[in-house]
């Protein structure tokens, strides 16, 4: 879960009445192509858990890092998401490798999924939005650790990665780029499943800046 | 909306690795006691709209601000929530008054509803965890400006407020104060309604300490 950095908030004048903001920018400023298609797992739900109880027996709790971009369209905020087969949506990510750190991580897979070559993007890493949990192998993800489970199989963590007014994205053929407005996502769980459904309501505490030129 | 703050992230190595930890403490240490009923208003919807709509043109925007406080029970976070009726949920807060802080305003508002007296709790206000937008007197809340809306109605704030190990809560008897698990609350909208139902998410980047004795 990271370091843990205690806050202890005796100022009562501190910083809560603030606002942080986050610039977008029109999604024509963005540049898509492809790229050689990326090798899917497609494998059946039983070799799934076998695989994850064999990495977790290994190397234990399994660490996932998402990103949270957004870009401007018809004046409103919309989150880019990978689509895999016409059917399932996919925040930009993946897992950790064993001691990487999460900035590093997601700065790796995105590099992976939406660049031409690696380090070729300068990724902006920022805060934290959430994080979810799964207790076992085959159950559901929870965004706080549900009761009596003392030892999680899995952490998801979203960040938001601000986006400069300009960027190429060079995306597998076998996967899909979108730009999805806030408004079609919100509360639609049977679409887009309940971590994606959720992060309009984690962005809402920032003010969100259309830069228009 | 308060003042906005422009974070700059060029610092590739800033905090995003760290959790910011919030201590939660055992229900068992807080005292509940009641004292005089709150005048509740009881108008009929088309009253309510009249009033917003009066209150709109004199004042503009109607700025919300409500806490968000958590205790343990079951080695699981619950959440204080007001209920009116036997029906209606609510976090504990209330309207701003023109010109006053969020924080001013939530303090004033706590105190009224949680405290014997005025001034009696050193509410501590700490980050804004979420905003929802209304466009209309009588149209939904959103966590996000709904397209083609410029000048919103309504705005409901929601702020972490770090409660010590023990404190006195005195409660309007006409209102109920209870301590509702986050894994009850998590998407029951049929219940709690859009903004509480998604609370767990917004305190999910939280790592949550329970202290025990």
């Known amino acids: 879960m ?6 202890t908030d005796n100022n009562h004048d501190n910083s809560s009445d603030q606002v942080v903001a986050v610039d977008i920018y029109p999604l024509s400023g963005y540049y898509f192509g492809s ?30 890092v998402e990103a949270v971009m957004l870009v401007e369209l018809f004046k409103h905020p919309h989150v880019l998401l990978l689509q895999v087969k016409n059917s399932v949506f996919k925040l930009p990510g993946g897992r ?22 690696d ?15 799964r207790s076992g192998f085959e159950t559901m993800l929870y965004p706080y650790l549900p009761p009596n489970v003392k030892i999680p199989k899995e952490c998801t963590k979203l960040f938001l990665v601000r ?3 300009s960027q190429k ?45």
């Not at 990271?2 to 806050?7: I, K």
């Not at 899917?40 to 234990?60: I, W």
């Not at 380090?119 to 949990?133: A, I, K, P, Y």
């Not at 408004?183 to 049977?190: A, D, G, T, V």
């Open 169 to 213: 994205f060079i995306v597998p053929k076998n996967l899909k780029l979108l730009a999805v407005p806030l408004c079609q996502i919100h509360e639609n769980l049977k679409t887009y499943g309940p971590v994606i459904s959720g992060v309009p309501q984690l962005l809402s505490k920032f003010a969100i800046n259309i830069i228009d030129y």
């Open 35 to 64: 790229k050689d298609p990326l090798l899917l797992r497609d494998e059946t739900l039983h070799v799934r858990v076998q695989r994850m109880k064999s990495n977790y027996d290994a190397r234990g709790l399994r660490t996932c």
């Open 119 to 133: 380090n070729e993007t300068d990724w902006e890493v920022g805060d934290c939005l959430g994080m979810w949990w």
């Open 96 to 117: 950790l490798r064993p001691g990487e750190s999460d900035i590093d991580g997601l700065r790796r897979k995105l590099s992976r999924k939406l660049s031409a070559n």
């Open 2 to 7: 990271g370091d843990l950095v205690h806050v």
């Open 163 to 165: 986006l400069p007014a």
